[in-house]
């Protein structure tokens, strides 16, 4: 097997960052392509709660530094610091001229159902990117030694053709690879991605060029729109939760009044969290220092525009 190879040249470095839901393997994968010790996570929770850099690494005639991010339903931290964290950084190499070459957007074949986290953050990988940027971009399938021929084909043939899924990437020239977990597999894909010319994604370009904050920028508009969704379920849900009270205290059903009243507060205590968080994406603005963690440094270093 061929092993990744470390940076030893003066060639220039490319990027290409790694997106898709907390656990679908992005760390595992730049891990493996780069030779870099990032860490993974073992359980539900994210240990992704930043934006990380892989070593740089040769590949070819490229040296190439992947850019691990965290899902959109990162477990410490919310959707709008995620998109916050992921514009910052996007806005600073593009300040300082350091394009990306691509994205690669993972999703587990294991799945059995694209559940709504999976399709959140592939909506905001689809708002981050743009249409015109997509043809950089790369729909990996992963773990695809891990199920049967049989069905992961017919779950590769669904996410692909469907326009509630994948279909509409792949239409606007994204290309799409299985990833077994070998090294070759993520060279295979890597080289694809690196020898396209850099293209600006589309949030680059509105904050960097169009001079929006992060609410203004298209991501940032279908963020607010899901949260106000989220929050609008919450508020139906509590005037349903409402006559259910007056009716078991009509009823003089304690223990079912009880049991809804605690419905009740977790339900306004979701709510408001989703109210603030609006709030705040509506308030942020790009910030002038972003601090990353760098898999070829001590710790962690700061980037400033």
Not at 156 to 174: H, I, M, Q, S, T
Request: charged share 30%; net charge neutral.
């Amino acid at each position: 097997m061929i092993m990744p190879q470390r940076h030893t040249t003066k060639k220039k470095t490319i990027y290409i960052m790694v997106m898709g839901p907390t656990g679908v393997g992005k760390t595992t994968f730049i891990n493996l392509a780069s030779g870099s010790t990032l860490r993974v996570g073992a359980g539900l929770e994210s240990v992704t709660d930043c934006v990380q850099l892989s070593q740089p690494f040769e590949l070819d005639q490229w040296t190439i530094t992947l850019v691990d991010t965290p899902g959109f339903d990162d477990t410490s931290k919310s959707d709008t610091e995620i998109l916050t964290m992921i514009s910052d950084y996007l806005a600073i190499i593009a300040k300082k001229k350091e394009t990306l070459s691509g994205v690669l957007y993972m999703h587990r074949i294991t799945d059995n159902r694209v559940g709504g986290i999976a399709l959140r953050n592939f909506r905001m990988f689809m708002q981050l990117c743009g249409e015109k940027a997509l043809p950089n971009a790369a729909i990996v399938l992963n773990m695809w030694n891990e199920v049967s021929e049989s069905v992961r084909i017919a779950r590769r043939d669904e996410l692909l053709g469907n326009e509630k899924f994948f279909k509409p990437a792949v239409a606007a020239g994204a290309t799409s690879f299985e990833h077994d977990n070998t090294l070759e597999s993520a060279q295979r894909i890597l080289r694809c991605i690196a020898a396209k010319h850099p293209e600006m994604l589309l949030i680059q370009q509105e904050i960097v060029k169009q001079h929006k904050s992060v609410c203004e920028t298209s991501a940032g508009m279908a963020l607010l729109g899901e949260l106000a969704e989220q929050e609008k379920k919450h508020r139906e849900r509590l005037k349903e939760v409402q006559k259910e009270i007056e009716e078991a205290i009509r009823q003089q059903d304690e223990e079912d009044r009880r049991e809804l009243e605690e419905t009740q507060r977790r339900l306004e205590s979701a709510r408001h969290k989703l109210l603030n968080e609006q709030q705040r994406l509506r308030a942020m603005k790009t910030t002038r220092t972003f601090r990353i963690k760098d898999a070829c440094c001590l710790g962690s270093s700061a980037i400033a525009d």
